[in-house]
């Protein structure tokens, strides 16, 4: 009677086993499989006669499923490698661009080399930060050479630069002036004030023309 409980619940097995043999959904059915061969420990023995061919059987249609996940895999292996190569080669070239000089042309290239980069497939994952990696940095290159250069070019900020430098220009050169005129007055005292004024606003006046200098100016 155990035997025959045991050939019951393996017919069973076997016919989950066969229904499973041609899924693509490998995960899920790979876990599944595993379950079955459990169930298949736990069930005992069959009588010999269809213990043999219920083994087989089961076997067969596992062997059916992992071989074809195997080939798939290589297969995605394979390709995932290929992808690697070209996505390497792109980052590469997108190097090439560094340090930027012509920011038009490169951002043109760049954009590019990315839509290319976006066209090929998945890389193997543990490749995929370095390589992702390598274009991010070339990535951030160019934002910080646009960033500089909408700072040089941008006109209100150019124009606000240009407005304080003028007007500390000119509170320098006025205060040079009264200092010129409470020395010759005599009045060393105020001339001495003055001077600590002048001090202050000269510092000023070098850290504008600094910032100047950032839009070319």
Known sequence: AQREEARKTKERLVSEAEALSGSTDWGPTAARYRELMSEWKAAGRAQREHEDDLWNRFRGAQDIFFAARSSVFAERDAEQSENLK??????????????IGDLKGARAAFRSINERWEAIGHVPRDARPKVEGRMHAVERALQDAEESEWRRTNPEARARAEGLTGQLQAAVDKLRGQIDQARAQGNNAKADKLERELEGR????DQALKGLQEFGG
């Open 202 to 205: 000269q510092a000023l006046l």
């Open 86 to 99: 070209l996505k390497e080669e792109l980052a590469g070239e997108a190097e090439k661009l560094l340090p």
